[in-house]
């Protein structure tokens, strides 16, 4: 069975400019989450998408958007890069199933290393 | 926001010793994850605690989830060079805005010396 599949692997982008990222989940799962690690800190949590909507955002700003299509895979979009966006961006999948009672374990991809000069 | 503290931040130890490395929080969560992550890769799910009071194990590893429901443990028996990494535990919660999303802690940096 193929895990959480991200692409690219890596990407340099410059001050203002646009970056998309890219997520195909585990087979079977319909919730997408994404995630920020910065070098040397935690995972923050960016958004989580299910069935195509968008069900939670953490704490970062309107720049930060995506989208969840009809097969599951998501996008991540980052308008506007600025330094401090240079980060690990991590997708991971799960199954949700309508309500939440409980965490079904997130299973991470590898990552997209973003980096803005 | 709901926060989650690890501790401790880093641990050298020896090949053959155990390692204990706990998370605590001021908010109660409904599940407890732990996951290990090796540089250039995502976050591998080690064990997950779905009541209070569960211990777990997998294999040289064994994770509770807190009575309180506001902390959880893991426990690494007869460290190997392998275990190196960085271990996070994680939590879900159900509530408010808190809704559907696992918020993580700090890390714990683990280096074994053979």
């Known amino acids: 069975e193929a895990g959480v599949t991200q692409s690219p692997t890596h990407l340099i982008k410059t001050r203002g400019q646009q970056a998309t990222l890219r997520c195909s989940p585990i087979?079977?799962?319909?919730?997408v989450y994404w995630y920020q690690q910065a070098l040397g800190l935690g995972l923050q949590f960016l958004l989580w998408?299910?069935?195509?909507?968008?069900?939670n955002r953490g704490n970062f700003p309107p720049r930060f958007s995506g989208r969840q299509f009809p097969n599951y895979s998501s996008e991540l979009n980052v308008n506007a890069l600025e330094l401090e966006d240079s980060a690990l961006y991590l997708c991971a999948s799960s199954i949700f199933r309508g309500t939440f009672t409980g965490g079904s374990p997130l299973h991470f991809g590898n990552g997209t290393r973003l980096t803005v000069t | 926001g709901q926060q989650l503290n690890q501790s401790p931040q880093s641990m050298f130890i020896q090949e053959g010793e155990d390692v204990s490395m706990n998370c605590t929080s001021s908010?109660?969560?409904?599940?407890w994850l732990w996951y290990k992550q090796d540089p250039g890769e995502g976050p591998v799910l080690l064990i997950a605690?779905?009541?209070?009071?569960e211990l777990t194990s997998n294999g040289r590893l064994t994770a509770q989830f807190g009575i309180t429901r506001k902390d959880s443990f893991l426990n690494i028996s007869a460290s190997i060079p392998s275990d190196v990494g960085i271990y996070f535990c994680a939590g879900f919660s159900t509530g408010g805005t808190s809704y559907g999303k696992l918020t993580f802690g700090q890390g714990t940096i683990l280096t074994v010396h053979p």
């Open positions: 087979s079977g799962h319909t919730s």
């Open positions: 908010s109660i969560f409904n599940t």
């Open positions: 605690l779905y009541k209070a009071g």
């Open positions: 998408y299910d069935e195509g909507e968008e069900r």
